[in-house]
């Protein structure tokens, strides 16, 4: 079984940080591709950011390089640094994992969600 555990959430004042971090266990043999999704109360989830194993990077365009999104592939481990963090960026963060536990076919993984609030 694989699981993804997020960490790092929590409350933050307009202007602060925060880290979060995803870690990927169980019977994996490659993950391809990690991304951190949010949403909102009353809106639909949407993409923050993505990596590649091979580092491509992709940012949504609220990003506006106040996120950065990064990985330790030794670790299964996912990152998004998140700075200069705006009462917008109110949600509930999930983190995704395309992995592979065999060499037939990769799925996509969801961790549970960590819930970040920017407020004063």
């Known amino acids: 079984q694989v699981r993804l555990v997020e960490s790092g959430g929590g409350l933050v004042q307009p202007g602060g940080s925060l880290r979060l971090s995803c870690v990927a266990s169980?019977?994996?043999?490659?993950?391809?591709?990690m991304g951190w999704y949010r949403q909102a109360p009353g809106k639909e989830r949407e993409l923050v950011a993505a990596?590649?194993?091979?580092?491509?990077?992709h940012y949504a365009d609220f990003v506006q390089g106040r996120f950065t999104i990064s990985r330790d592939n030794a670790k299964n481990t996912g990152y998004l640094q998140m700075n200069s963090l705006k009462p917008e960026d109110t949600a509930v963060y999930y983190c995704?994992?395309?992995?592979?536990?065999?060499?037939?076919?990769?799925?996509?993984?969801w961790g549970q969600g960590t819930r970040v609030t920017v407020s004063s």
């Open positions: 990596i590649t194993n091979g580092g491509r990077i």
């Open positions: 169980g019977s994996i043999l490659s993950i391809n591709a």
């Open positions: 995704n994992a395309n992995l592979k536990t065999d060499w037939r076919t990769a799925y996509d993984y």
